[in-house]
């Protein structure tokens, strides 16, 4: 068995989500937030056994999609003030970063 972590914005999450459930996973939905943009995202726990891990990222992969969003970041104005001022970039977040990890236990009592 096999625990996937899919971390996924927020606009695609109930999209996965039913998708995922029409095809029999159970999914765990956490409201996270992203340590860089400071902003929700939403992680999902997804048990599967082995045979079923492939189709399962098939789905987050057709769903997922990649979108770019404007950050602001703190950069030195000159170097002798010291001053700090809002920066805005572009960063692409997404489709959908995903971890696997192996399960040596599945229990449920
Ligand atoms: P955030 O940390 O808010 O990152 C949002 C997007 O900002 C990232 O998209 C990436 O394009 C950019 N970014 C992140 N850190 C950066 C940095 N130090 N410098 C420049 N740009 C940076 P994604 O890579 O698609 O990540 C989307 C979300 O997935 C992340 O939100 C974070 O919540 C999670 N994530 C990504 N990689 C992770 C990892 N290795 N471990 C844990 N969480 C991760």
Redesign the pocket.
């Known amino acids: 068995m096999k625990l996937i972590i899919a971390?996924v914005q927020d606009e695609d999450a109930s999209h996965l989500i039913s998708s995922l459930m029409n095809e029999g996973f159970s999914v765990t939905k956490l409201a996270?937030t992203?340590?860089?943009?400071?902003?929700g995202?939403t992680t999902l726990l997804i048990g599967v056994e082995n045979d079923k891990y492939e189709p399962c990222l098939k789905i987050i992969e057709k769903v997922c999609k990649s979108r770019k969003?404007i950050?602001t970041s703190p950069v030195t104005m000159g170097g002798a003030t010291g001053m700090y001022a809002p920066y805005p970039i572009e960063?692409?977040?997404?489709g959908a970063?995903v971890f696997v990890l192996n399960v040596e236990d599945f229990i449920k009592v």
């Open positions: 971390i996270t992203g340590g860089f943009l400071k902003s995202n969003q950050a960063v692409t977040v997404g970063n």
